[in-house]
């Protein structure tokens, strides 16, 4: 029998050399930031003058002065071809959730027979890349190919690196000729801006340091599998759908927990290690690294930086991950559930806000008038979750995440807040008009000067809660593995902007501010505290007591995206100027149809590989059993007989199932009919993946689960 490619590779695994040995080491704090235009860069590179009007942008927020444009292209020119670059590309984030470059070369010909190198501040700041090729929602017809994209100085340029040479990325916005924002990063920079003017409004009302921007910051956790290239390309679902279409869970997954924290096999801990090395050489902080809950499955996790920052960094992780996997003969998959019946990815979005001075609002302070500010920003967190949770939930909405959402291994797709139990109390004393200190039991109003001081890290962590509070920051755990940061924390920022205008509205006329806050807060705990839950998400009494409260419960991306084109929407958005009406309804229009897009690839990859690589496998089979058993019959011998005719009845059955699934997956998909081809896809996985537990194993065509899984 010929060896079929799943053995061969297997095989090929199995032999494979280490060559772990063979890695060099690296002094971290001579290579940090060695691919990236830092600011400690800027400062060497740049004229005194230039590198200070440019930090004051940076870290001020202040409106970047065109006239040093020239200076600094020159500046990141020469750095750029110190490191070997010899061309430059505007790298931004189009609406199709990853990442886009054009390069152009530095050259320009001297006219005779020579070049010069060149790099103008006009071509820093502004590129025109086509924007009809890119999703649009209709902003652009494809006769209307003009867009820009727009220099980002707050995110530092960096060098990627190929075999042959270097290319110069310049982070980057991307607007439409009109001006509609066509990517991820200029709706967040606008939410940033939005929350840091209402964040001081706050602040000045309590004395507080409101010179500067409100600083906005993420921390992401990033989960991915690693399994073997050549069992990864032997596998069209993976190389297409970036998870299984067919495949039964192997009888040991994870139920013995033995995979998650455990010791790193050394070819994982080998690509990590190169992982770490080449983020390191960004200025990216990657911090955390370990096994996570399923086989083959990890985590990477980078420190707090600013928001706009850790998001694109949180892309080049994803690349990055990508492209050194590859390198080692691994794919990566950044899928939100490659594989059934184990657990998927998922991105943990840790969000705090702080003060211009950079003291974390979010965390509990050392003294009544910081617990006064402490929890004033709480509130407005409740009160901004509660109002727009529909919308958080649309802001994690794709096919993919609508497999890992509420399964026992994600938040439910009801959103609601976690405090934990002593923070709980509290918020339930500022209900009833006081706030009782835990310790010594003693009445106290709600006011800046006589505040009990509030407990730190007191709070349990929660799982099964879409929006945790844990000690001094919100863990947004519903986004998922391959989305972009920016979607969420959009609607995040967004959302607390508005909470906090309505705050400081009132704190602005009031004369006494103690009396004021009392009252506005319990009346906030009161209207918002139906969003708090401490128990189990999981559980079903939750998803009736959620529907008393009022709860939405958006199960799937079609319903979920809907948040996005109701009047209270376009009202948050269009007041504090990050998402017009034209770019909300632009952005409902792409999202829609690439997860009806998504579904339809995954549909017509089920019917290929279903009769072009399983149904001929298993006619095969038949076949063979037939013979079999027909060779029993004449040679006159009972035994074994009556086991085959089961088997043989059994697969026909499946055969004919599958087939007739094939048939009417292909009618849904004729009839372009979205909601039938996800029956029908797990109609026509059920035959599949019974077959696969009946068909002889040196014959099945596809990777299994246990080999994916495990043969790495």
């Known amino acids: 029998m010929k060896e079929s490619i799943r053995k061969t590779a297997v095989a090929n695994i199995a032999a494979r050399e280490s060559d772990i040995e063979n890695l060099e080491t690296a002094d971290v704090s001579a290579i940090y930031g060695k691919n990236a235009f830092t600011l400690k860069v800027m400062e060497k590179e740049l004229p005194k003058d230039t590198f200070k009007k440019l930090k004051a942008t940076i870290s001020k927020g202040l409106s970047l002065d065109i006239d040093i444009a020239d200076a600094v292209a020159e500046a990141m020119k020469n750095w750029a071809i110190e490191q070997g670059a010899s061309h430059y590309t505007h790298w931004f ?29 006009k071509e820093l700041i502004q590129g025109e890349p086509d924007a009809s090729s890119f999703p649009n929602g209709g902003i652009r017809a494809t006769f209307e190919a003009r867009g820009y994209t727009a220099w980002d100085p707050t995110s ?7 075999k ?133 499955e990890f985590e990477i996790a980078c420190t707090y930086e ?22 080692h003969g691994l794919a990566a998959l950044m899928h939100e559930k490659p594989f059934a019946g184990i657990n998927g990815n998922g991105k943990h979005n840790n969000w705090n806000i702080s003060t211009p001075g950079g003291k974390n609002l979010m965390k509990p302070g050392d003294n009544p008038h910081d617990d006064a500010v402490f929890l004033t920003f709480l509130c407005a967190v409740i009160k901004a979750v509660d109002t727009h949770a529909d919308l958080l939930r649309a802001s994690v909405a794709s096919a993919g995440n609508d497999h890992r959402l509420g399964a026992n291994e994600a938040p439910p797709a009801i959103i609601s807040i976690f405090l934990g139990d002593q923070l709980y109390d509290i918020i339930e004393q500022i209900e009833r008009g006081k ?10 109003n709600i006011g800046v000067d006589t505040l009990p001081k509030l407990p730190k890290d007191t709070t349990d962590r929660n799982r099964t809660s879409p929006f945790a509070f844990t000690g001094n920051k919100f863990e947004f755990r519903a986004p998922g593995s391959e989305q972009s940061c920016a979607g969420p924390n959009v609607v995040i920022n967004t959302a607390v902007a508005e909470a906090l205008d309505e705050i400081a509205t009132i704190l602005e006329k009031s004369d006494n ?45 079609p319903e979920a995206l809907k948040a996005l084109l109701t009047n209270k929407s376009i009202d948050l958005f269009g007041k504090y100027n990050v998402l017009s009406k034209v770019e909300l309804e632009s952005r409902y229009a792409v999202y829609k149809e690439q997860y009806e897009m998504t579904i339809q690839i995954e549909a017509e990859l089920a019917v290929d590989m279903a009769d072009t690589m399983i149904l001929p496998v298993a006619v095969e089979e038949l076949t063979d059993l037939t013979t079999a058993l027909l060779n029993l019959r004449t040679l006159d011998i009972e035994f074994g007989q009556e086991g085959i005719e089961n088997k043989i009845d059994i697969i026909g059955s499946l055969i004919d199932d599958a087939s007739n699934s094939i048939d009417e997956l292909k009618n849904a998909i004729s009839e372009k ?22 068909i002889d194993d040196n014959k099945w065509p596809l990777p299994k689960y246990s080999e994916l899984l495990f043969a790495y």
């Open 156 to 162: 530092p340029a960096f060098i990627k690196r190929s």
């Open 306 to 327: 600013t928001l706009n920052l850790a998001t694109d960094h949180n892309m080049m992780v994803m690349e990055t991950i990508r492209r050194v996997a590859d390198r």
């Open 673 to 694: 009919n979205v909601q039938d081809m996800i029956l029908k896809i797990e109609e026509l996985r059920t035959s599949i993946d019974a077959l696969e537990s009946k």
């Open 93 to 121: 984030q189009p609406l199709t959730g990853t990442t886009a470059e054009k390069h152009d070369s530095f050259i320009d010909p001297d006219g005779e027979g020579g070049v010069i190198l060149n790099f103008s501040g």
């Open 435 to 444: 706030v009782e200190n835990s310790s010594n039991k003693t009445t106290l």
């Open 164 to 296: 042959a040479g270097a290319t110069l990325c310049i982070p980057t916005a991307f607007c439409s000729y009109t001006g509609e924002a066509l990517d991820k990063k200029t709706p967040l920079l606008r939410s940033m801006q939005a929350i840091s003017t209402q964040a001081k409004r706050v602040l000045a009302c309590f004395d507080e340091d409101s010179d500067g921007m409100a600083i906005t910051s993420l921390g992401p956790e990033q989960e991915y599998f690693l399994i073997d290239k050549e069992l990864f390309l032997a596998r069209p679902d993976l190389i297409q759908a970036g998870r299984t279409i067919f495949g039964n869970t192997p009888p040991k997954h994870q139920q013995l927990d033995d995979h998650y924290f455990g010791a790193i096999k050394s070819r994982i801990i080998a690509c990590m290690e190169e992982i770490d090395l080449e983020l390191w050489k960004l200025a990216i902080p990657s911090k955390t690294r370990h096994n996570e809950v399923a086989p083959a």
């Open 513 to 557: 501010i103690t009396k004021t806050l009392q009252t506005l807060l319990q009346d906030i705990v009161k209207k918002h505290k139906k969003v708090l839950f401490n128990g189990d998400g999981y559980s079903e009494d939750w998803v009736k007591e959620a529907e008393k409260r009022g709860l939405p419960n958006l199960k799937k991306t």
